[in-house]
């Protein structure tokens, strides 16, 4: 992805960038405003400003002086002068508990890992409560289970998060939208990979009971005696997620972490912050976790192997902890 925005091309119109917001519900401003410390019938001023939602009065927060606001326009102009030189369109916008986090996504080129295809999309997200700065990173959804695994950067360097030069920002985004496709070049080899990795259940098992914290050798009388009722409902979930992947997927390193991704895609955390924490948040995290180690596992076969399938024995004794 070697583009760049040159010196003479035209921005994205004010008429464009209002139309997006229109069909991401995201047209609406926030504000910097003083805030006052009220003590019965006197006032004080404070040194910090509250950073509100102009059209509903919501506060997002309290910021200093200096904390500097990026608008949702700004946001869409970005997006859609990036979209433009890249030459793929903005499929998704979408707003976080009342507009403190805002995304936009872009759709990037398809991939195969095995049987399944995985769209992917380019996220920026930028928030209004402080919860994060001006960021990239890639999400991508198998087409077969709408699973989702999201891989978020670091935030776009300090000096170019709320700069006035539009032009600058979209250089910027372009470079980390290149450093985002080689490290999704590294990703998808490596899920690649997995769906050639063998395991037996009980590596399967070790996953689940990491991830719900359940020991599932214990039967249901015991578990339920030791074990909070919510965490229970996690290792049901997470076992039924895993056995649903892996009975088309087959029993892979691709099919059990397919198994979670579908966990956390439908079923982990609530059902109304599930979308942003698969972003940004535990559910991510969840993921990124467990990724982490079965690419432990994929590089330990590569480098050293180990003979037959991956057990609880010759597999997860050395990367879970």
């Known amino acids: ?56 009065k919501d506060c997002f927060g309290a910021f200093t002086k200096q904390y500097e606001i990026f608008q949702n326009s700004e946001l869409a102009e970005l997006v859609l002068n990036v979209a433009d030189v890249i ?22 080129e398809p991939i195969k890992v095995g049987q399944d295809t995985i769209k992917r999309y380019a996220t920026a997200i930028n928030s209004h409560d402080g919860s994060t700065s001006l960021r990239w990173g890639t999400t991508g959804v198998t087409i077969s289970c709408d699973n989702q695994f999201s ?46 990795i063998e395991i037996d259940d009980s590596f399967a098992q070790k996953v689940i009971e990491k991830i719900s914290g359940v020991d599932t050798k214990l039967s249901m009388a015991i578990a339920q005696d030791k074990y909070s009722t919510r965490k ?27 198994g979670v991704t579908h966990y956390s895609t439908h079923k ?22 467990i990724f982490n180690q079965f690419s432990n596992i994929v590089a330990q076969k590569s480098n050293y192997g180990f003979g037959g399938k991956v057990t609880a024995d010759n597999g997860l004794g050395r990367v879970f902890v």
């Open 1 to 56: 992805m070697k583009n760049s925005i040159t010196k003479n091309q035209e921005f994205i119109s004010k008429s464009e960038v209002e139309n997006t917001l229109d069909k991401f519900n995201m047209n609406w401003k926030v504000e910097k405003k003083p805030l006052q410390f009220i003590d019965g019938v006197d006032s004080y001023k404070t040194d910090f400003f509250g950073v509100v939602r102009s059209d509903n």
């Open 87 to 108: 030459g793929k369109p903005i499929t998704h916008g979408v707003s976080f508990k009342g507009g403190r986090r805002v995304a936009m996504q872009l759709e990037l």
């Open 151 to 196: 891989a978020m950067k670091k935030s776009l360097e300090s000096s170019a998060r709320h700069t006035s030069n539009m032009r600058r920002l979209i250089d910027v985004s372009l470079r980390a939208l290149e450093n985002l496709e080689e490290s999704d070049t590294s990703l998808y080899e490596t899920f690649n990979k997995m769906a050639n």
């Open 232 to 258: 229970i409902n996690i290792c049901e979930k997470v076992t039924r997620s895993i056995a649903e992947e892996m009975s088309y997927k087959g029993k892979t390193l691709w099919g059990l972490f397919s």
């Open 268 to 289: 982990g955390g609530s059902e109304n912050s599930r979308q942003e924490s698969k972003l940004t948040g535990s559910l991510q995290r969840l993921d990124q976790s």
